[in-house]
């Protein structure tokens, strides 16, 4: 199972400042364990809002906002994906995790999407098509 490890962000990551040294250094001995046992498949680092922008659809129509966005807590600041055995074993690696911000942070766990989930309307035929685009996608990574 895959799941998308989301870390919040908080008023400090939202203006911009940047983790201390001690906390890079404890977040890379973190990803390396993660690596290690083969449970991290990505992980990045997210600039502000600020930097950002949200495109709304409405039918055809797309209209585009500029960050920042006022609603900090519901912002994101960085994610991790994890393949696990269960969410059980997602939380387990999540609490070993140092705290991602100064002061108080939350992480969020979703499972993310697997082609068996969507049933018979992921017809063959998208299935295939499904499998074209991630080899595509290896080759250019």
């Known amino acids: 199972m895959r799941f998308m490890v989301i870390v919040k962000a908080t008023q400090d990551s939202e203006a911009g400042v940047m983790p201390s040294e001690e906390l890079l250094a404890a977040m890379g001995r973190y990803n390396e364990e993660l690596a290690a046992a083969g449970v991290m498949l990505a992980g990045e680092g997210l600039h ?8 709304r659809f409405s039918g055809s129509q797309r209209s585009v906002t500029d960050g ?5 807590k519901e912002l994101i600041a960085g994610f991790w994906i994890f393949q696990v055995a269960s969410l059980e074993e997602c939380i387990d690696w999540v609490k070993r995790c140092p705290n991602p911000m100064p002061g108080e942070s939350e992480i969020e766990i979703r499972q993310v999407f ?5 049933g018979a309307e992921f017809t063959p035929e998208l299935r295939e098509q499904e499998a074209r685009l991630r080899a595509q996608i290896a080759d250019k990574t």
């Open 48 to 55: 502000p809002s600020a930097k950002g922008a949200r495109v």
């Open 68 to 72: 920042p966005f006022i609603e900090t």
């Open 114 to 118: 697997e082609a068996e989930d969507f």
